[in-house]
């Protein structure tokens, strides 16, 4: 670099939008690596996020020649990767449901303008809601936290998944029931 | 409902070096990966240099530690090709790249316009022409190399940049990359940042140096790879980021 002039004006091309090689793959980390890394620590605790995290990734770029731009956002592309992980650590999950349940997320969550009443009843339906949330069958808990967690739409659950579209509300619908049946008489929105 | 079930998972903030982590974790998997089907010796030193720079869990990697693994991949890396090339994008706008072959030829190309470089070498050290034929006889030693480069410049306080631009802005040879990146090991005034990334998103450890004009120059390396990602002047100087430095076989287009 030293004296080196080899520089005129050149306008800079974007790469092909969506496509995903190595170069881009480093940009898709920076970007949804918080996010990916908060899902899982979620769901298996944040102990063992950044294996899942990693393995996560991984598989993203091993098998990057696969993605589809067209199909799926990027991001919905990776939850969809790291639901599938997660489903292999169903013991891990559960027992993090268990210690949600007994204490409550680790971390200081920032009071966001939550309704009083809201917090207070979340409060005490804790346990039951993380028991329930246990029992439910692993694929209609997937679809549920990946529209309450993530925050995906229906149709980009369905492309994560690899599930037909009407297979999301129906799951969806039935985890949300059971939970309610089993929150019982107290009354919840949502 | 959805509210609820929010509410009792909480956000789990990551831990301010987790990002660093998984992302190593990550570049040497992505290394090992690519390296399987190398010879057995290249995997034995890409696993010593992961656990030359990783060290014990829980330990953060010295300047020194990160530096000598990046020597370990360079020396094993390859440098076959007829063309030495070089792209760089200058303040995030200008691309500008270099070709040169072993027999001295070289091309630039700017607005995707080539021009074959005639009358002088396309590469210099500390102003001074540099050809070809002296940067592959530069010397693969540590302590040869530091002494050679010190010789060849004006100011003995270009040491450190003479010896990080044969990391990336030219041709040397695996070994003499691998001898400049211990040489700077060594270097005092080199300064280890910590993990960084470029303003293209690229995770890299980064160093710095002074120049002899006062301006601090900040260099991200991955030391995964042995590539130098960017090099960043302060005071508002220009930042260069190296999109491509390597040997390949498709020429000037």
Known sequence: MTGETIAMPVPWTARAPGALDAEGFEELF?????????????????D???????????????????????????RAWLYGIATNLIGKHRRLEARTL??????GPE??????????????????????????????????????????????????IATALGIPYGTVGSRLNRARKKLRARLGEVRVHG | MDELVRDLYGEPGPDPQGRARVWRQLAARRRRRRLSW????????????????????????????????AATTAESSAADGTYWHVKKLYDGTRESELWATRDGRAWTAEQGRVTRVTGKSPFSM????????????????????????TAMLPDARL?????????????????????AYRALADLSEVRYLGARTDTRGRHGEAFSFGLP?????????????????????????????????????????
């Open chain 1, 98 to 103: 268990r210690a949600l349940g007994r204490f």
């Open chain 2, 126 to 149: 500390a102003g001074q022409d540099l050809t070809y034929a002296q940067i592959q006889n530069l010397p693969s030693d540590p302590a040869a190399l530091r002494e050679r480069v």
């Open chain 2, 213 to 253: 004009s006062g301006v601090q120059r900040t260099l991200i390396i991955d030391p995964v790879t042995s590539q130098v990602l960017s090099c960043t002047d302060d005071r508002g100087g220009r930042t260069e980021i190296v999109l491509v430095a390597g040997w390949t076989d498709e020429g000037p287009r």
């Open chain 1, 107 to 156: 971390a200081d969550s920032p009071g966001h303008e939550d309704s009083v009443a809201v917090r207070v009843s979340a409060q005490s339906l804790r346990p039951e809601l993380a028991s329930a949330l246990a029992e439910l069958d692993r694929r209609d808990r997937d679809v549920l936290l990946l529209v309450a967690l993530a925050g995906l739409t229906h149709e980009e």
């Open chain 2, 159 to 179: 040491l450190a940049d003479a010896l990080s631009g044969l990391l990336w802005t030219k041709p040397s040879l695996p070994a003499v990359r691998a001898a």
């Open chain 1, 48 to 74: 063992h996020a950044e294996d899942i995290v990693a393995e996560t990734f991984f598989t993203a770029f091993r098998k990057r020649a696969q993605y589809d731009p067209s199909r799926a956002s990027v």
């Open chain 1, 30 to 46: 920076g970007r949804c690596f918080g996010e990916i890394h908060t899902y899982v620590a979620q769901r298996l605790g944040p």
């Open chain 2, 38 to 69: 190398l010879a057995a010796p290249v995997v034995a030193a890409a696993l010593a240099m992961v656990l030359v720079v990783y060290g014990a869990p829980g330990q953060e990697p010295s300047s020194r530690s990160i530096l000598l693994a």
